[in-house]
């Protein structure tokens, strides 16, 4: 997944488990999901991960966990895990049951029924982070899901929705030409203007995630999602008037359609 000059790569392993499902001593592993991420170079096109970039890009790292592997790997898990991105796997397992029929031809027909239980294992690799890599992570997270398949099956994960996730960098309050004061927005920010957002006077940096219904049936309606919302965080600056989030969110509706006809496509 690629946004501007940041490049995110994302892999998917399914882990089977095996335990005794009759046995109430015998939990299944918890989490559904594990996610991993790292910064797998030092260098990337000439640019360097966030850990490594200037002292002020450092305590927003520390302070706001918005830049940090520690943070963003738990913000992924918990997307992953506590949204109801998933549907059929409330025991913290995907289960698959497939049946078979054998033939012999001195005993009848035998059906047998096969029971399997995955786990996820999620691995996203930042090859080169010019900011916003969030985004990029969500929905590589995305398109990952919607097109992966339960080993030597065709069955697709069952996916209640798709993640799309949005971030705006609330820019240093200017004075207009009416001499009001008035912010900057910059979606998809850089590595520039998020630290001046968080920390060079700005309104700090927005981050929404929406959900998104891939319309496969024509007759399914159209409205789906329009008034739903995953979550909306906010990360640094000196706070953001309520219409910013309104335009934030808008924008990302924008987006969410543009993922579904991708995804249609």
């Known amino acids: 997944m690629k946004i501007g000059d940041t490049h995110v790569v994302t892999a998917i392993a399914f882990e089977e488990i095996v335990f005794d499902a009759s046995s109430s001593d015998s939990l299944p592993p918890t989490p559904l999901c594990t996610i991993t991420l790292d910064f797998p170079f030092t260098h990337h096109h000439n640019r360097t991960p966030a850990y490594q970039q200037s002292v ?85 997270l995305s398109q990952s899901i919607s097109s992966c398949c339960f080993p030597n099956t065709t069955i697709n994960l069952p996916v209640n929705f798709l993640p799309v996730s949005i971030s705006c960098a609330i820019m240093k309050n200017t004075k207009g030409g009416d001499g009001k004061s008035q912010s900057a927005a910059r ?38 999602g329009l008034d739903e919302l995953v979550c909306i965080d906010c990360w640094g600056g000196g706070g953001v008037k309520l219409n910013v989030i309104r335009g934030v969110l808008a924008v990302g509706r924008r987006r969410v359609e543009e993922v579904e006809r991708a995804l249609n496509a």
């Open 56 to 140: 002020a890009n450092e305590t927003i790292r520390t302070a706001n966990s918005y830049n940090s592997l520690s943070g963003s790997t738990s913000y992924l898990h918990k997307l992953a895990n506590s949204m109801n991105l998933f549907s059929s796997c409330d025991y913290g397992f995907f289960e698959l049951t497939s049946s078979a029929t054998t033939t012999s031809t001195t005993t009848p027909p035998t059906l047998t029924t096969t029971t399997q239980r995955y786990k996820l294992n999620l691995s996203f690799s930042i090859l080169n982070n010019d900011g916003n890599f969030m985004d990029a992570c969500v929905l590589g």
């Open 187 to 224: 979606f998809d920010p850089g590595l520039v203007e998020e630290a001046e957002a968080m920390e060079g006077g700005g309104g700090g940096v927005v981050r929404v995630v929406l959900p998104c219904y891939p319309k496969k049936d024509k007759d399914e309606i159209k409205e789906k």
